[in-house]
């Protein structure tokens, strides 16, 4: 029987095949859809029912007189922050971070997992893979613990300095070396943890691929170029534009477990700047404003970067 063309029919009877065949696809996979019900819970619990929320960026917010008691402002959080004496700290500093994140960060458990794959003995390529995945799994209060100790001016990595001739400095108390630290920090934290979605596309490529380019007479190096790379090339893409939006969204439990007041001149962002206002200085409205606005950044830096990938190269996320 020839197939029918959806296009052709009206909206309502397309409408009711398609329930029909969600329908028919949850009596198909009780157990996938009862699998997928906790997640879905999760997300509507903690993440789309509170946004009505959202909208105490709009008032005076008080919590005597509750949300929609509470006096409308419009837009005047917003214009506070706007004209604010912090507003261009924290989004040049936010921004400055999330660079730098891109830059250095995101290549690195590229680059592992590509030369993990040149690896041949298997017992020192799962070695180095359990070592990189371990500081993944260890508290974050306890790595910004190392993290002080390290940098301390009795700390190793002063330690190193020393011995070759230069001076000791307490070196979260400088704000030129606070990106440093922070970025190299989370690469040596992550850069394990992210190679297992790359490594786990790299079983995905064709071998016979490299077959070929080893008939044709590429090298390992050649293989790596013309085959591995544009093998990997739609995951990067993906985990590109994912980045691309959360740019915004440097994490504040790490900032406030680092900064101090000496460093909010290099260390000051977004997140942290609306967690002072917001919960030390009881400013619910106007953090979330400024939280606001930092998600509306992000969500058109998503939709942005997915339409670029998408015009470029056809690949994206929807």
């Known amino acids: 029987m020839a197939a029918i063309n959806q296009e052709a ?4 009877a397309v409408k009711k095949r398609t329930r029909t065949g969600l329908l028919l696809d949850i009596r198909k996979n009780k157990l996938l859809y009862v699998m997928l019900l906790p997640v879905l819970l999760y ?15 709009f008032k005076d917010f008080s919590p ?30 936010t921004i400055l971070i999330s660079l730098n994140e891109l830059v ?37 209060v306890v790595i910004c613990g190392i993290i002080k100790d390290f940098t301390a001016s009795s700390g190793v990595i002063n330690d190193i300095i020393a011995f070759f001739g230069g001076e000791r400095l307490t070196l979260l108390l400088e704000p030129e070396w606070f990106r440093t630290i922070y970025v190299s920090s989370g690469i040596w934290q992550h850069i394990g943890w992210g190679t297992i979605i790359y490594l786990a596309a790299l079983t995905g490529i064709d071998q016979e691929q490299y077959e070929a380019a080893k008939m044709d007479g590429a090298g390992r190096w050649k293989q790596m170029l013309n085959v591995t790379l544009p093998g990997l090339m739609p995951t990067i893409i993906i985990l ?7 740019m915004m969204n440097v994490g504040f439990e790490k900032i406030i477990l680092l900064y101090n007041p ?19 200085e009881f400013n619910y409205s106007f953090s979330s404003a400024v939280g606001l606005f930092n998600s509306a950044v992000n969500f058109t830096l998503l939709l942005g970067s997915n339409w670029i990938s998408r015009k470029l190269n056809s690949t994206s996320l929807w």
């Open 9 to 12: 029919l009206p909206y309502p």
């Open 43 to 57: 997300y509507i619990v903690f993440h789309y029912a509170p946004m009505y929320g959202a909208i105490i960026a």
């Open 64 to 93: 005597r007189l509750g949300i929609w008691g509470s006096e409308w402002v419009g837009f005047a959080h917003f214009e506070t922050f706007f004209s604010g004496a912090y507003f261009w700290r924290t989004i040049k500093n």
């Open 104 to 140: 250095f960060g995101f290549p690195a458990p590229i680059i592992l997992a590509l030369l993990l794959n040149e690896v041949r003995n298997s017992v020192f390529k799962r070695t180095v893979q359990t070592v990189t995945y371990m500081p993944y799994f260890i508290s974050l």
């Open 240 to 246: 590109l534009i994912l980045e691309l939006g959360r």
């Open 262 to 280: 000496s460093t909010f001149d290099t260390a000051d962002v977004v997140s942290s700047y609306v967690y002072r206002v917001g919960l030390q």
